[in-house]
């Protein structure tokens, strides 16, 4: 019995076992983070081609979203507002990206209270119009 208590070559596939879905849930929560990053860049982006889009012609705004963000699987929401009725612009995009990997989602939907696999991004841009 002692001889089992003193043998040591189990121990390394042990703690292996251990470890390894922390790592994995490590390395799939950064690639949900880095995601979440881009998707942020591009609806930035969205919006202020939208913006740019409105200037001339406002029907043509949401057309102009879904062309601007290429990977879009949820809604895209669009919402065109002139603050004071003057010449400035502001432009909303809203993108419901999905959330891939449920640990992620489940921390995001206790924390603000979202729906399931949704996370909503928002971007705004304000610009002024300039006479065509």
């Known amino acids: ?19 390894v879905p922390v790592l994995f849930l490590l390395v799939m929560g950064i690639f949900q983070m880095g995601y979440i990053g881009l998707t942020y860049v591009v ?33 895209v929401g669009v919402d065109i507002v002139s603050p004071g009725g003057g010449d400035d612009l502001e432009v909303t995009v809203t993108y419901e990206m999905p959330l891939y990997f449920p640990l992620i989602n489940a921390l995001f939907r206790r924390l603000y209270n979202l729906p399931d696999y949704l996370l909503p991004v928002r971007a705004t841009c304000l610009i002024k119009r300039e006479p065509v």
């Open 1 to 19: 019995m002692r001889f089992l208590l003193r043998d040591k070559r189990g121990q390394t596939l042990a703690e292996f076992a251990l470890l």
């Open 43 to 75: 609806v930035n982006h969205a919006a202020f081609q939208v913006a740019r889009v409105a200037c001339v012609n406002e029907d043509d705004a949401e057309e102009a979203a879904r062309r601007a963000i290429p990977f879009t699987r949820g809604a």
